[in-house]
């Protein structure tokens, strides 16, 4: 009895830890996805989803982004649109940039080294297929 | 129920329960879902009930702006009251949080204790102090009633100075201690 009613937490782990996993990456995305220039929130969401495989419940943006608007890594300016309401575009600031940059670099000395430590596990893997 | 009127209802529902922000921050949070709702519906195959559907219930996303708003406000604040609010709030959400809020009401009773001791002292002297018997401390602190006459006192007035350096310093410690963790659990709180 006690085997099969851990079996079902043992599956759902690897789902909560890559859930863990993008939700320590979703500020660093949101912040990534305006390097480029100006976007307003809906066009965020898209970014994200094409760019990456961050496929967001679509409430958590906008919180999201207003926090990182009071923490001053963005800056937003509401826009008269085509579609008849205004849109509000964020962009980020000076120090947006310089924070994203850090997290950039962070993120990619993490991740490499992750990688190379993983690299036998993979290969482990695939020799099995 | 019109279109029009799902939008006028969710709108309103989030409205409501975001009332703790300001007129000016609610208004510019309810103008950007409200062009959110309208911009997504636009697009091929969508509907309001989808649209709304995917942003959740107006209660849960309020709730994500107000938690951040009592975050951000209490990892900036000095005010016990403040910053127990937070740490109670966190301690709902995650287990890193019932910590937080245990180590919180542990360093505030503690600092507080040694800050009453001190006060005590000057006020009673004659109940307040650590008391030894045999090599030992039978009694340490302010008491209502007499300790043991075997027992002596041994710490007299820098009891005083003492219990302010030691209340102060842990207050101060778990005043950093919630801040801190406040900080880093606005770097988590973000949801998929």
Request: hydrophobic share 50%.
């Given at each position: 009895m006690a085997i099969k009613r851990a079996q079902p937490a043992q599956d759902d782990q690897p789902d909560r830890w890559e859930a863990q996993l993008r939700k320590g990456a979703l500020e660093m995305a949101a912040l990534a996805s305006l390097w480029q220039g100006r976007l307003y929130g809906l066009e965020i969401i898209r970014f994200l989803e094409s760019h990456s495989q961050l496929a967001l419940a679509e409430g958590t943006i906008y919180p999201i982004l207003n926090r990182l608007k009071a923490e001053g890594l963005l800056t937003s300016e509401w826009v008269e649109a085509d579609a008849g309401h205004p849109r509000k575009y964020y962009s980020l600031t000076a120090s947006g940039r310089q924070r994203l940059r850090q997290m950039a670099e962070a993120w990619t000395n993490f991740s490499g080294g992750l990688s190379r430590l993983l690299e036998p596990v993979l290969d482990t893997k695939e020799n099995r297929q | 129920?019109?279109?029009?009127?799902?939008?006028?209802?969710?709108?309103?529902?989030?409205?409501?329960?975001?009332?703790?922000?300001?007129?000016?921050?609610?208004?510019?949070?309810?103008?950007?879902?409200?062009?959110?709702?309208?911009?997504?519906?636009?697009?091929?195959?969508?509907?309001?009930?989808?649209?709304?559907?995917?942003?959740?219930?107006?209660?849960?996303?309020?709730?994500?702006?107000?938690?951040?708003?009592?975050?951000?406000?209490?990892?900036?604040?000095?005010?016990?009251?403040?910053?127990?609010?937070?740490?109670?709030?966190?301690?709902?959400?995650?287990?890193?949080?019932?910590?937080?809020?245990?180590?919180?009401?542990?360093?505030?009773?503690?600092?507080?204790?040694?800050?009453?001791?001190?006060?005590?002292?000057?006020?009673?002297?004659?109940?307040?102090?650590?008391?030894?018997?045999?090599?030992?401390?039978?009694?340490?602190?302010?008491?209502?009633?007499?300790?043991?006459?075997?027992?002596?006192?041994?710490?007299?007035l820098w009891i005083i100075p003492l219990g302010l350096i030691a209340g102060s310093f842990t207050l101060l410690m778990t005043t950093f201690l919630i801040r801190t963790s406040l900080r880093v659990s606005q770097r988590l709180q973000s949801r998929l």
């Open positions: - | 129920m019109t279109a029009e009127t799902q939008i006028d209802n969710y709108l309103t529902a989030l409205r409501l329960h975001l009332s703790p922000l300001t007129i000016a921050e609610r208004e510019e949070i309810v103008r950007e879902i409200n062009a959110h709702i309208r911009d997504s519906a636009d697009l091929p195959g969508a509907s309001v009930e989808s649209v709304l559907a995917r942003l959740g219930p107006a209660e849960a996303l309020a709730a994500q702006y107000r938690d951040g708003l009592l975050i951000r406000q209490a990892s900036r604040s000095l005010s016990p009251l403040v910053l127990l609010r937070a740490s109670l709030r966190l301690a709902t959400k995650s287990v890193f949080g019932i910590f937080v809020l245990f180590c919180s009401v542990f360093g505030y009773s503690f600092g507080a204790g040694f800050v009453v001791v001190a006060l005590s002292k000057a006020i009673c002297p004659a109940h307040t102090g650590v008391w030894v018997q045999d090599g030992q401390v039978v009694s340490a602190g302010a008491f209502i009633y007499g300790v043991s006459p075997m027992a002596h006192e041994v710490l007299g």
